[in-house]
């Protein structure tokens, strides 16, 4: 079992940008698809943006399509969400997950291992 860090979280005004980062421990980060999803207060979690083992299959919520962008450093055991033009209601907490299977699935539930998550708030 792998565990996975995340941070890069904080208060930033709409329309600013973060980025976060996951690490993952362990030698075999680069077979796993990394996911990244949130949850708002009183919200269910909800799938955020996920990358292919390979790193050329991504899939985004269409919340996000077009201001955030998933990417992976296999040689950091990184992955990465860069987040710009951020609202309001992108604020949440945010996890990473990983599974070790090729499809950046939306489905949180299929994903095994999980991130204690990082706090993002976009003041209005």
């Known amino acids: 079992q792998v565990q996975l860090v995340e941070s890069g979280g904080g208060l930033v005004q709409a329309g600013g940008s973060l980025r976060l980062s996951c690490v993952v421990s362990g030698r075999t980060f680069s077979s796993y698809t990394m996911g990244w999803f949130r949850r708002a207060p009183g919200k269910e979690r909800e799938f955020v943006a996920a990358?292919?083992?390979?790193?050329?299959?991504?899939n985004y919520a269409d919340s996000v399509k077009g201001r955030f962008t998933i990417s992976r450093d296999d040689a950091k055991n990184t992955v990465y969400l860069q987040m710009n033009s951020l609202k309001p209601e992108d604020t949440a907490v945010y996890y990473c997950?990983?599974?070790?299977?090729?499809?950046?699935?939306?489905?949180?539930?299929?994903?095994?291992?999980w991130g204690q998550g990082t706090q993002v708030t976009v003041s209005s």
């Open positions: 990358i292919s083992q390979s790193g050329g299959n991504t």
């Open positions: 997950a990983g599974r070790r299977y090729p499809a950046p699935t939306p489905q949180g539930q299929w994903y095994d291992s």
